[in-house]
């Protein structure tokens, strides 16, 4: 099946640098966060004006809900855990483990696992839906953790490290499997076919593929002119999202990786990113993906079938 990328919305209003974006669980309110340290709520519904939903002192990279609340967890550039209401408009927590960024955080379980610039994961219980503690601190690497993602069905999680390696720990902490592909930074990490595959993009542009059991490397290539910022599976239409620092969307078939569609300033003048593009969010009922990036903007794509030629 052919695909078309559509650029529906460009929306403003960050003052810096835009790196994490969240969806509510309702798929109706987008949260997006940056260099600016503002936490951004846009109502996709009517995709306008945006209004502030918190505010910290520090840039933020990452942000991740407390599932079945209106907590959202919130990693800055000076390595604190901000657990806010969105309710309440109100910082309820503020959890410091080290003065080092907090770059990812992904659940395992009931388990909050977060990655920080010093090369440690952090292991979080959730004792409320208003409050954390620290379980353990797993040393992953001596070099910064850009990315983490917990296996979609077994309890083990990947780091991706700026000295190149993937790691596979299992929820105990105990190192499973190194992965050794990339010459740079790991900054995105993707499991597919139920965590059977791993991908991972980084720094050095290539995208890599693993066989997650074995270890195996099964394929390695360029897919972008600078870095892979972030992967996105978009299984609705069978496509995985990539986004670069090259300003630019690209979308593969999930199954083969073959290059689909390219989305950019060049096919897009005034509606694409005119710098880096760093990180994406789905939603599937609408077949939208938006994307954010270092041009403070917030673009909404429409995801659409074409027609197969008579």
């Given at each position: 099946m052919k695909f078309e990328i559509i650029p529906l919305h460009k929306l403003t209003g960050h003052k810096n640098c835009l790196y994490s974006s969240v969806l509510a669980s309702n798929q109706q309110h987008l949260y997006t966060a940056g260099s600016d340290g503002l936490v951004?709520?846009?109502?996709?519904?009517?995709?306008?004006?945006?209004?502030l939903a918190a505010q910290l002192?520090?840039?933020?990279?990452?942000?991740?809900?407390?599932?079945?609340?209106s907590s959202l967890l919130v990693g800055s550039m000076q390595g604190g855990l901000h657990l806010v209401d969105l309710l309440q408009h109100q910082e309820l927590h503020h959890y410091q483990r080290s003065e080092h960024a907090i770059f990812d955080m992904d659940w395992l379980g009931d388990q909050l696992f977060v990655a920080h610039g010093?090369?440690?994961?952090s292991q979080w219980n959730t004792e409320s839906l208003q409050s954390l503690r620290l379980q353990q601190s797993i040393t992953v690497s001596t070099a910064a953790i850009r990315c983490l993602l917990a296996h979609p069905t077994e309890p083990l999680f990947a780091s991706g490290c700026s000295d190149g390696a993937v790691r596979l720990h299992n929820q105990k902490g105990e190192l499973l499997q190194t992965l050794a592909a990339h010459n740079s930074s790991?900054?995105?990490?993707?499991?597919?076919?139920?965590?059977?595959?791993?991908?991972?993009?980084?720094?050095?542009?290539?995208?890599?593929?693993?066989?997650?059991?074995s270890g195996k490397l099964l394929d390695k290539f360029p897919a972008h002119l600078?870095?892979?910022n972030h992967l996105l599976h978009l299984p609705e239409v069978?496509?995985?999202?990539?986004?670069?620092?090259?300003?630019?969307?690209?979308?593969?078939d999930d199954k083969s990786l073959e290059l689909v569609k390219v989305a950019n300033y060049d096919k897009f003048p005034g509606m694409a990113h005119s710098h880096s593009v760093n990180k994406l969010s789905w939603r599937p009922a609408q077949k939208q993906l938006i994307s954010i990036g270092d041009d403070r903007k917030v673009i909404i794509w429409q995801i659409a079938a074409t027609a197969p030629e008579k």
């Amino acid at each position: 099946m052919k695909f078309e990328i559509i650029p529906l919305h460009k929306l403003t209003g960050h003052k810096n640098c835009l790196y994490s974006s969240v969806l509510a669980s309702n798929q109706q309110h987008l949260y997006t966060a940056g260099s600016d340290g503002l936490v951004a709520r846009w109502d996709l519904q009517e995709p306008k004006d945006a209004t502030l939903a918190a505010q910290l002192s520090h840039g933020i990279y990452c942000m991740k809900f407390i599932p079945n609340s209106s907590s959202l967890l919130v990693g800055s550039m000076q390595g604190g855990l901000h657990l806010v209401d969105l309710l309440q408009h109100q910082e309820l927590h503020h959890y410091q483990r080290s003065e080092h960024a907090i770059f990812d955080m992904d659940w395992l379980g009931d388990q909050l696992f977060v990655a920080h610039g010093d090369g440690v994961v952090s292991q979080w219980n959730t004792e409320s839906l208003q409050s954390l503690r620290l379980q353990q601190s797993i040393t992953v690497s001596t070099a910064a953790i850009r990315c983490l993602l917990a296996h979609p069905t077994e309890p083990l999680f990947a780091s991706g490290c700026s000295d190149g390696a993937v790691r596979l720990h299992n929820q105990k902490g105990e190192l499973l499997q190194t992965l050794a592909a990339h010459n740079s930074s790991v900054f995105s990490l993707l499991w597919l076919s139920g965590g059977k595959y791993l991908l991972s993009g980084s720094r050095d542009a290539h995208l890599a593929v693993w066989e997650t059991a074995s270890g195996k490397l099964l394929d390695k290539f360029p897919a972008h002119l600078f870095t892979i910022n972030h992967l996105l599976h978009l299984p609705e239409v069978g496509l995985v999202a990539s986004a670069g620092r090259d300003k630019t969307i690209k979308l593969w078939d999930d199954k083969s990786l073959e290059l689909v569609k390219v989305a950019n300033y060049d096919k897009f003048p005034g509606m694409a990113h005119s710098h880096s593009v760093n990180k994406l969010s789905w939603r599937p009922a609408q077949k939208q993906l938006i994307s954010i990036g270092d041009d403070r903007k917030v673009i909404i794509w429409q995801i659409a079938a074409t027609a197969p030629e008579k």
